[in-house]
């Protein structure tokens, strides 16, 4: 089980899975427009269609709700077999991929909303911050280390610190797109073509600083 797995998996069999992805649906939208104090539990139960009894049988606060719905989140955009490690697969193209999902994940307006609503200072951002990067960014970075390291076994890659490293390769994947996008420019400004660019130049940077070299 990896880390995503065993985070995401309750203590039981969910009560009703139908209810509860209506709750997190709920969630997943208002979160972003309201953000975390202007989203009350009443309105997350009138837009799932259950009682609010019902959210509470599923998610004991908003707080675990609001956690679950980024972890959420990221499982749709980058799922676990995005990790999964080919051996005789290229590299270059897996590294792609990744960064295609998670590029897609944090340019959605969601993320955007989000990290907007966390660099405002409304409420309590200091926990709400430490709540988004627990449940989204950090099991990311986890996952893609495990995916560094396998690869690393396999010879494929040759990389010193594997937690700074792939730290490293989202930073270089947000690049300035993201940057001028918080910044208030709309996502559809960026044509295709330039984003692919982006990406292909920051995998292939990643590349040249890990791919083993003789008498490295």
């Given at each position: 089980?990896?880390?995503?797995?065993?985070?995401?998996?309750?203590?039981?069999?969910?009560?009703?899975?139908?209810?509860?992805?209506?709750?997190?649906?709920?969630?997943?939208?208002?979160?972003?427009?309201?953000?975390?104090?202007?989203?009350?539990?009443?309105?997350?139960?009138?837009?799932?269609?259950?009682?609010?009894?019902?959210?509470?049988?599923?998610?004991?606060?908003?707080?675990?709700?609001?956690?679950?719905?980024?972890?959420?989140?990221?499982?749709?955009?980058?799922?676990?077999?995005?990790?999964?490690?080919?051996?005789?697969?290229?590299?270059?193209?897996?590294?792609?991929?990744?960064?295609?999902?998670?590029?897609?994940?944090?340019?959605?307006?969601?993320?955007?909303?989000?990290?907007?609503?966390?660099?405002?200072?409304?409420?309590?951002?200091?926990?709400?911050?430490?709540?988004?990067?627990?449940?989204?960014?950090?099991?990311?970075?986890?996952?893609?280390?495990?995916?560094?390291?396998?690869?690393?076994?396999?010879?494929?890659?040759?990389?010193?610190?594997?937690?700074?490293?792939?730290?490293?390769?989202?930073?270089?994947?947000?690049?300035?797109?993201?940057?001028?996008?918080?910044?208030?420019?709309?996502?559809?400004?960026?044509?295709?073509?330039?984003?692919?660019?982006?990406?292909?130049?920051?995998?292939?940077?990643?590349?040249?600083?890990?791919?083993?070299?003789a008498g490295r």
């Amino acid at each position: 089980m990896n880390a995503r797995s065993a985070r995401s998996a309750g203590p039981g069999r969910p009560k009703d899975l139908e209810k509860r992805a209506a709750i997190l649906a709920a969630a997943k939208h208002l979160f972003p427009v309201h953000g975390f104090e202007g989203t009350s539990m009443d309105a997350i139960a009138a837009l799932a269609n259950v009682s609010k009894l019902t959210v509470y049988s599923h998610f004991k606060d908003k707080e675990s709700l609001f956690t679950e719905a980024i972890r959420e989140k990221c499982m749709e955009q980058m799922p676990e077999e995005l990790f999964d490690v080919a051996v005789d697969g290229c590299i270059r193209e897996q590294l792609l991929a990744i960064a295609r999902a998670f590029f897609r994940l944090i340019t959605s307006e969601e993320s955007i909303s989000l990290l907007r609503l966390l660099a405002s200072g409304a409420g309590d951002t200091r926990k709400l911050g430490q709540m988004f990067w627990t449940a989204g960014a950090q099991l990311i970075q986890e996952e893609f280390a495990g995916f560094l390291r396998r690869k690393m076994e396999v010879g494929q890659l040759a990389i010193v610190d594997v937690e700074r490293s792939a730290s490293q390769f989202f930073c270089l994947v947000k690049g300035e797109l993201h940057a001028r996008q918080l910044c208030g420019f709309c996502a559809s400004e960026f044509s295709e073509a330039e984003i692919d660019a982006h990406l292909k130049a920051s995998v292939d940077f990643f590349l040249r600083a890990c791919t083993p070299r003789a008498g490295r």
